[in-house]
């Protein structure tokens, strides 16, 4: 297996072990593209990092409102920058993306059996908040870009995917499975994406294609900035780093997995979820999230 190791150019936080190697070996194999949105930062931004050290003959396409480090300027990386609010720039990305897809298989560089095409949907961001803070056109973009703008790439690429057994991850998060009050429309849209994700899934298999839905809980990113907060208000030692959160995400793609909470405690936590009644856990996270900047 041809796995690149960009060391000199890329200081990686993703360590030489088993899983990691299991990956790439994976992706490499049998698939010919990697598609992510959001690949500028945090998560995104790791997902990007784990990708690129697969084999030049495999196309990665980043479409991000930021372009991506310079680093990862490399023949077979390219970038889209993009807002995802708006399907007409939507559509621009994808025609242009669609084109290099099909350059690509008939490359002599890209084996037969290399035919797969991943999409991973990470771009997202929330507010926190009584609703509707910090105001309406903030909460209605955030629906723009979580639930709208992912729905419709996963419609786009869809045939692509299909037509060859490849896939989608779509990120979620652990504010899915409960109602989030002062992150009431961050965690409806999170909702959204978890139900469709898994729906999706279940459509996609008689095509030998799946669709992951990953819950991640608290991350260092960029999404408490974005969501108005002046600093990180979690403890540094809760939580994960994007770089275990987009590992996770991989390693259960590859087991044909289509759902991951990532840690142990977030999976307990979201267990609890069958046996409490919603209204109840409403209350518990209204009681927990209203405590954040205390």
């Known amino acids: 297996m041809n796995i690149d190791n960009p060391k000199n150019a890329i200081k990686s936080n993703f360590k030489e072990n088993r899983k990691t190697l299991k990956v790439l070996e994976n992706l490499s194999q049998s698939y010919s593209a990697v598609i992510l949105t959001g690949g500028s930062s945090g998560i995104g931004r790791s997902f990007l990092e784990l990708v690129y050290r697969l084999p030049k003959n495999i196309l990665i396409c980043n479409i991000s409102r930021t372009k991506s480090e310079k680093f990862f300027e490399r023949g077979n990386v390219f970038d889209f920058q993009c807002d995802l609010s708006c399907l007409d720039k939507i559509d ?10 099909e350059k690509n298989l008939q490359s002599a560089e890209n084996p037969a059996k290399n035919r797969k095409i991943l999409l991973i949907n990470n771009s997202g961001f929330g507010a926190y908040g009584p609703f509707p803070e ?12 979580n639930v709208r703008a992912l729905t419709y790439l996963c419609g786009k690429f869809m045939p692509l995917i299909r037509a060859n057994g490849g896939g989608i991850i779509n990120v979620a998060s652990t504010a899915a499975w409960q109602p989030c009050p002062y992150l009431s429309v961050y965690g409806a849209t999170k909702s959204y994406v978890m139900n469709f994700s898994l729906a999706l899934d279940y459509e996609m298999r008689k095509f030998g294609a799946a669709c992951l839905c990953l819950c991640p809980g608290p991350t260092t990113s960029n999404f408490f900035r974005r969501a108005g907060f002046d600093k990180r208000p979690l403890k540094s030692n809760f939580g994960h780093e994007p770089e275990q959160v987009a590992l996770a995400a991989l390693f259960a793609f590859c087991k044909r ?21 919603r209204s109840l856990m409403g209350k518990i996270a209204g009681a927990i999230l209203a405590r954040v900047r205390q």
């Open 92 to 101: 621009c990305a994808f025609v242009e993306i669609r084109n290099l897809i």
């Open 134 to 145: 910090p105001n309406l056109a903030h909460n209605a973009n955030m629906i723009d870009v």
């Open 257 to 277: 997995k289509n759902l991951k909470v990532v840690g142990f405690l977030n999976s307990v936590l979201t267990f609890a979820n069958y046996l409490i009644p």
